[in-house]
């Protein structure tokens, strides 16, 4: 194996949902088996089993938390809800900082029951990254938005493009926002190579890629589409373009995740499913 592949190796995270087969304990040990370093959790999972419980069990396993997802869900317009989110938004920060991530994903919410109003919506959520950086850069965490592909806009989130991500982040210190390059939500944008370029000139700050995650496109769909992420190959996407347009940019070298929402994936052995992406990484993404 070249020096360079096994560098890209070393930064291979999986995440959580991936293997949602697997007990938290069960994703540590499998991980530690196979070499792989990073996983990338969820709060629900985590919370079940214990914060700090998690957190110990993580770094006696020799991993480290790559991420923490997720926040979000910013664009109520009933003042009781926002102050809940807002509120949901805080103790996921914390949860972040006790388990040693720096990375919280963000999804940012879709339109409330009855509106068309996008516009408004994604005021909602610059509003609510106002208040919530420097919460989260006080605890040492940043905020990672993710842009979502479109068929999501209506009921999950109203941030579709890599354009829209950066539109909002950058009215924020980068090191308190962040965004998400997912290739399974922008793989069909033609200008996202620019906009990773964008990306990555942030000046003498840190890039705006907080997080790099990868997910296949396969159709058809499956009804409902949440559950429709590919393994890696499988598809249209090409992530090794992704991957070098990443780096190209000139200031993230950090993990690259595996997050693919799967039944069929689910429904195998997981460590089956992570020898086939370590070896579909190596060959579709290296």
Not at 20 to 38: I, K, M, T
Not at 108 to 121: E, F, H, T, V
Not at 192 to 214: C, H, N
Request: aromatic share 6%; net charge negative; with cysteine.
């Amino acid at each position: 194996m070249s020096d360079d592949l096994s560098a890209l190796l070393a930064r291979l995270s999986l995440n959580q949902e991936t293997v949602r087969q697997w007990s938290l304990p069960e994703l540590a040990d499998g991980c530690a088996r196979a070499g792989v370093r990073g996983v990338g959790l969820w709060r629900a999972p985590v919370q079940e089993y214990g914060v700090r419980a998690a957190a110990r069990l993580v770094r006696d396993a020799g991993l480290r938390v790559t991420s923490l997802c997720r926040g979000g869900f910013f664009t109520a317009t009933d003042p009781g809800e926002r102050a809940a989110a807002l509120d949901d938004n805080r103790a996921a920060v914390d949860e972040a900082a006790a388990l040693g991530t720096d990375t919280l994903v963000l999804v940012s919410g879709g339109l409330p029951a009855g509106s068309r109003d996008l516009a408004g919506a994604r005021e909602r959520i610059a509003d609510a990254l106002g208040e919530l950086g420097p919460y989260a850069a006080e605890r040492g965490v940043r905020l990672a938005l993710e842009p979502l592909h479109p068929m999501y806009a209506a009921d999950r989130c109203v941030v579709s493009t890599l354009a829209q991500a950066l539109d909002l982040a950058e009215r924020f210190p980068a090191a308190q926002v962040g965004v998400v390059v997912d290739t399974y939500h922008l793989w069909w944008d033609d200008a996202v190579g620019a906009q990773i370029a964008r990306a990555g000139a942030a000046g003498d700050g840190p890039s705006r890629i907080a997080a790099f995650q990868l997910a296949d496109w396969v159709t058809p769909l499956p009804e409902g589409v949440l559950l429709g992420r590919g393994q890696l190959g499988d598809g249209s996407v090409d992530l090794r373009w992704f991957r070098e347009r990443v780096e190209a940019a000139g200031c993230y070298r950090g993990p690259i995740e595996v997050e693919i929402f799967n039944p069929a994936l689910w429904a195998r052995d997981g460590a089956e499913v992570l020898a086939e992406i370590v070896d579909r990484f190596r060959t579709h993404v290296g």
